[in-house]
Every structure is written in C-alpha cells, then in structure tokens.
C-alpha cells in the first residue's frame, strides 16, 4: 500500500491550494480515506473524510464551508481543495486510509487508519 501526498506549499492568507493523493497497492474503492494535520508542538487532528463511494464527507467544523474533499474511484486519488486558507491552517497534512471493511463510516480517530501518506507541508503566511 502507498499514498503518495502532493500539491503543498506556501500560500497568502486567503489564498487557496488543492492537495492531492495517490493510491496504489489495495482495491481504492473498498476504503475510506481521510486528511489529517498535524501543527508543530500540537497533536494530529482529523480534517476531512470521505465514504467509500464518496457519496458522503465530513469535516472537522474549522475547515467546513472552506476545504472540500472528494475522490476520483478511477483515478485512485483522493483530493482536499482548501480555500480561504488562514495562518492556523498551516500544518504537515496527511492522506490516510482505512482499510476496515466493515466500516462504511468516516472515523475521525488516527489509530483507525492503517496507512498514511508522508505528509506534505502547507504554510499559511498573515
């Protein structure tokens, strides 16, 4: 299993980025994926996650009405558009997936994903 993280950066207050991640090794459609950050000295906090069919997302209430996530099944990538960016979004992000397949829900806890994605670094300057 491998997730790949792109589309990071430094970014204006305001500004928008859309990070990307990639999927290879597992059947993409039988997994929930999910965003994660984490922010220098601060614990990694769920930001966004998507149904299996992503006919379903939801958000931690910071980033709701800014960030989107949404997958593409036939291209194995999972996306976060981030926009309205302020300075406490800067963080490490990183793509997870779980791989439970029972689950059909968006867990918001860390030690329920069972991959992860090397982290790709988003800067927010004021």
């Known amino acids: 299993v491998q997730l790949v993280e792109s589309g990071g950066g430094l970014v204006q207050s305001g500004g928008s980025l859309r990070l990307s991640c990639a999927a290879s090794g597992f059947t993409f459609t039988t997994y929930v994926m999910g965003w994660f950050r984490q922010a220098p000295g601060k614990e990694r906090e769920f930001v966004a996650g998507i149904t299996k069919s992503g006919g379903n997302t939801y958000y931690t209430d910071s980033v709701k009405g800014r960030f989107t996530i949404f997958r593409d099944n036939g291209k194995n990538t999972v996306y976060l558009q981030m926009n309205s960016l302020k300075p406490e979004d800067t963080a490490v992000y990183y793509c997870?997936?779980?791989?439970?397949?029972?689950?059909?829900?968006?867990?918001?806890?860390?030690?329920?994903?069972?991959?992860w994605g090397q982290g790709t670094q988003v800067t927010v300057s004021s």
């Open positions: 997870a997936a779980d791989s439970t397949l029972s689950r059909n829900y968006v867990s918001k806890t860390a030690a329920e994903y069972d991959y």
